[in-house]
């Protein structure tokens, strides 16, 4: 089957790959325009963009999937089916009329579950213990079209969201092209999403990325291993903010320290269990922190040159 494959970021990669080496011809990729990063700002192309131009493929880079030239020049390639991975744009009817499969979007969760921007960093910040990637045909609607295929997947305790979406990435490559041979093959045939359990997932902001001190233990570790490595978790210590690498709840401590008093939401003590801050339950022993314009660095050798006093907060 003749496809153009749509992917902006690295996670869309393993799935360029894999189609690629599947008996699909890609004749093109669509990918977001180049964009300024890192400090010099300068102009920067997609980790799919690199890929695609190093397999000698044409690259599309419209601003908007609506306008005519980009319309004319996806046509002009001709695509039978057009797989998406994270492309990071929404995409018109006259868009997803173009190729007669239509657009087949491989998404990072089990839907009708974390539809939207961010379902790996929702998933892991609600506690879900399963979750996997879906296939499914898009339509006007955000991630509510008929399903075509979906694969299941154990969250690890300790996984961080970066963790967890490397590995659907791979796994959701296999995947996007079994959906491909079926629906060539006549053997995948598009199902109706379920009305019931349908949740959403907005990107995650820089506000939801700040660590709560005042709720359970439990719920600040999924906080911060839902936020790394993007936003990055964050608190505030004397009036700077410092992020944090994921935390791990403590359930027991050494014996010297269980003779001091019960730590309150937001308090450290360093000593030899680590540097640990309270909670609303259990406090949570820091790993990595990253004060601002510093590097990231154990919190056991922040602590000896922060030196907190006793009783001292994050905010």
């Not at 008929?146 to 791979?170: C, K, N, Q, W, Y």
């Not at 939801?208 to 999924?222: G, I, L």
């Not at 906080?223 to 993007?230: E, K, L, S």
Request: hydrophobic share 45%.
């Amino acid at each position: 089957m003749r496809i153009v494959f749509a992917g902006t970021p690295s996670p869309a990669l393993p799935s360029l790959e894999a189609l690629l080496a599947s008996r699909h011809e890609v004749a093109g990729v669509v990918s977001r325009p180049d964009a300024p990063a890192g400090r010099g700002r300068r102009a920067s192309r997609s980790p799919v963009t690199e890929r695609a131009l190093e397999a000698g493929l044409p690259v599309l880079q419209p601003h908007r999937a609506g306008e005519p030239a980009f319309l004319a020049a996806l046509a002009e390639l001709a695509p039978e089916c057009c797989p998406v991975v994270a492309y990071g744009a929404l995409l018109p009817p006259p868009a997803l009329a173009v190729p007669a499969r239509g657009w087949v979007n491989l998404h990072f969760s089990l839907l009708p579950a974390w539809r939207g921007a961010a379902p790996v960093q929702r998933a892991v910040m609600a506690g879900d213990d399963v979750t996997g990637a879906t296939t499914f045909l898009l339509e006007e609607g955000l991630d509510t079209g008929p399903v075509l295929g979906s694969m299941t997947t154990a969250i690890g305790p300790r996984e961080t969201a970066g963790d967890l979406l490397a590995r659907l990435a791979v796994d959701g490559a296999r995947l996007l092209v079994a959906t491909l041979d079926g629906l060539e093959d006549g053997a995948v045939v598009p199902q109706p999403q379920p009305a019931d359990g349908v949740s959403s997932a907005p990107k995650v902001t820089v506000e939801d990325a700040r660590v709560r001190w005042e709720e359970p233990a439990s719920a600040v570790d999924r906080r911060v291993r839902g936020c790394t490595p993007a936003p990055g978790a964050w608190t505030t210590w004397r009036g700077e903010r410092l992020k944090l690498g994921p935390v791990e709840p403590v359930l027991e401590v050494a014996a010297s320290e269980e003779e001091d008093a019960p730590l309150v939401p937001g308090e450290l003590r360093a000593g030899r269990d680590g540097v640990l801050v309270g909670t609303a339950t259990d406090p949570v022993r820091l790993g990595l922190v990253q004060p601002a314009g510093r590097r990231a660095m154990p919190a056991a050798d922040w602590a000896r040159g922060v030196r907190p006093q006793p009783g001292e907060r994050f905010a």
